[in-house]
């Protein structure tokens, strides 16, 4: 069985009527792979036709229709388009207005962010394009959590950047490996990337451990780039802290959407936020080089952003926290259900959308864990994505979006599948 993280591309086969004319591909274009895209998109394995699909392999909260966007946004959306007022271009980097909402949603006392902080994008992926594509030429390298999400390396790669995998550790809640971390950083490192919290760990560090990981930026005097968009996404009260609300000296561009917060991937808004106390990327030219980048696109929609404010007011804010609520009910009941299954092991989620689970292959009848998950959607119609797409082979990620219900029949159907799939001695 073909492995989804292969660091080999489909070959292009160029016909011969092509190949008379003046035409070829990019190598950037060639070296761009997804994984999780990959696998989703071009598996071939059927579901079983008795049992209904159970889709828990992408990160949208939209896909079973029980998290749902604060509808207030959506008739003041449908008022802006009536008014023809949002029909025109905007600011490359945003309307103040939005802004503005951006930046006094995540202003504290100990970390103040003003409107001119804030850059908007198409969606935090559009957000890491950017800041990637500020600091650093071809050649350059950027660390990536591992396992991590797979569009950091898709949009490094494509940029002409290398990247290097510093290691979370499992047997301590997934935290950063501060040794290994610190062990990756050379010369030629532009930027660390810290997902908190994580996808697809589903862990929330604490207030130490960015301190902790603070400390190994600033003694090598490297930015951080802190993917948030799942901020404030935390289950059974435990605190969110952003990595720039513990940062003293080091630089921290974080990096943000409604795609998560407020159910609306398909929106396409996201935000960049400059977090430069020291004025070390201001001295650098990176602020100014961000805001040429964003002349190249103008994005987000100017619609989409009239209702950015509408998002953050109280009300909205209010009834967004449901769709968080729903997620750790979720995570509660299936982790009991999860780590009781002989085989699997897995630590209890802490925020996000996520549950990553160890699949024991000594215990376990599959060669690796795409077979594991082919056989999965095949004979129990349940999907979910392989480790091995987050460069962490032997696990599978879950995504807690469905109804409790749902959740609840998935976890049932993976313990009848891990039983029929064990080891018999
Ligand atoms: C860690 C992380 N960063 C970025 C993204 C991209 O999100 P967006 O829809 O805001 O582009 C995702 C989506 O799953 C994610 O999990």
Redesign the pocket.
Known sequence: MEHPNRNSFPKIETTEQASKWNVSCSQRAKNTFNPIRNFVQNTTVKPNPEKSPIRLSV?DPTEFGNLVIPQQAVHQLSENILSGKYNGYTMSFGTLEARKAIAEYFSSQECPVQPQDVLLTC????A?ELILSALGDEGKTVLIPKPG?P?FQTIASSLGLKTKPYRLKQEDGWQVDLEDLRSQIDQDTVAIIV?NPS?PCGSVYTKQHLQDILDVAEKCKIPIIA?E??ANMCFDGIPFYSVASQSRNVPVIS?G?I??LFAA?GW?L?WLIVHDRLEILLDAGVVQCLHQLTMRMLVPSSLIQSIVSTLFSEHCIKEQSRIVEQLERNANAAYPLLREIPGLSCTKPQGALYMFIHLDLNVLAFENDVEFTELLWKEESVFVIPGSCFGWNGAARIVLNAPGPIITEACHRIRSFCERHHYRV
């Open positions: 990160g969606g935090t992926a559009g890491i999400f569009l997902n996808n993917d968009v799942y990096l959407s795609s998560k991937p396409r996201g």
